[in-house]
């Protein structure tokens, strides 16, 4: 009995060390197979030697155009419009009378109010010359001068209403569209037409806070605008204090010349913002870039094989992106099939 679970256990030992010795054997032949397949078939990726090189730091921005004047014509007062003295679509001069606003009630309340203005001023004469003689006492006096007072007060009042029948070009720019007609009934709150100076424009664009420190006031820059190809020029003249939390950005104003009327407010400027030229900058190609959760990252030749590096990025052109981290200057930077690459994948550069 004792030989045989003896010769049990012999067998046992045997099966499971011939068990582990080819788990061992099989182990090995595919991680040989797999080196020599790795070694035969390299991924052939394209690839760029870093060199440092001078870089024109330039911000690509969206903004929007604005007129640097623009007003909404309104009535003061309320009325028959009387007059229209504009036309549409056409250039108009600081002061220039737009329209009137029909005054023959005003008038005849100034006229009123006049009277009772000359008959105040003469009690007020009378008053005071029987005052020096004693006639009358201070506060008699007192009374015909405030009496006298109001009277002005009430002419000037009127006026100034009467003044406001005329409604006139508070810039020189371009008439709008009218929205009236000669006998409409107008309130203040009807909008007549708008008036914009198209002389000059406003260009309003945003920056992204890390880059606030590098924008001045008098910084010069080009512009462009869709459906044109020509490039215009325009200059900063006033930066906000302070930076907008919701956004993380800095908004900026800029002025340009429009003598030619090619720019129209309402409509969207590409911005090229110069920053800081930098020296000796790291620059790759947009298609080395490989956006990731924690951040961006390209690959580098590492002895024949791929190495993942993690890197910090600031200015991006159409061609380029910048460099401020995590690369140094002789790596070879793979420009092609990144997205088919792994750590220590074998690859073959053609630079």
Avoid: C, H, W
Wanted: charged share 25%; no cysteine.
């Amino acid at each position: 009995m004792k030989i045989k679970n003896l010769v049990y256990a012999l067998l046992i030992i045997g099966f499971g060390s011939f068990v582990t010795y080819r788990i061992i054997e099989n182990k090995k032949d595919s991680e040989n197979g797999k080196d020599k397949s790795d070694k035969k078939n390299p991924i052939q990726v394209n690839g760029i030697i870093v060199k440092p090189q001078t870089f024109d730091n330039n911000l690509s921005l969206s903004g929007s155009i604005e007129a640097n004047e623009q007003v909404e014509i309104r009535s003061e007062v309320s009325g028959i419009v009387e007059s229209i003295n504009f036309k549409e679509g056409s250039q108009v001069v600081k002061g220039q009378l737009l329209f009137k606003v029909n005054d023959s009630e005003l008038r005849a309340q100034l006229s009123q109010t006049s009277t009772k203005e000359n008959l105040a001023a003469e009690n007020e004469r009378r008053a005071k010359l029987l005052l020096q003689k004693e006639a009358i006492s201070q506060e008699e006096y007192d009374v015909a001068r405030a009496e006298y007072a109001s009277a002005k007060a009430q002419s000037q009042l009127i006026k100034a209403q009467l003044a406001k029948t005329s409604v006139r070009a508070p810039f020189s720019g371009k008439i709008g569209l009218r929205n009236i007609s000669v006998g409409t009934y107008i309130t203040p709150s009807i909008l007549v037409t708008n008036l914009v100076n198209l002389g000059k424009l406003k260009i309003t664009f945003s920056i992204p806070e890390k880059y606030a420190g590098q924008v001045t006031d008098n910084t010069e820059f080009n512009f462009s605008v869709s459906g044109s190809k020509e490039k215009f020029k325009a200059k900063i003249y006033a930066i906000e204090p302070a930076i907008e939390v919701a956004t993380r950005t800095l908004q900026v104003r800029a002025i340009t010349e429009n003598k030619d009327r090619k720019l129209f407010p309402g409509t969207f400027a590409d911005v090229e913002l110069p920053l800081a030229v930098i020296k000796d900058a790291i620059v790759v190609p947009t298609e080395a870039i490989i956006p990731v959760q924690n951040g961006k990252k390209v690959f580098i030749s590492n002895q024949g094989k791929a190495k993942e590096v993690m890197v910090e990025t600031a200015t991006r052109t159409d061609a380029s992106v910048l460099i401020l981290s995590g690369l140094n200057p002789a790596d070879t930077v793979i420009t092609s099939g990144v997205m088919a690459l792994k750590n220590e994948t074998p690859i073959k550069i053609k630079l």
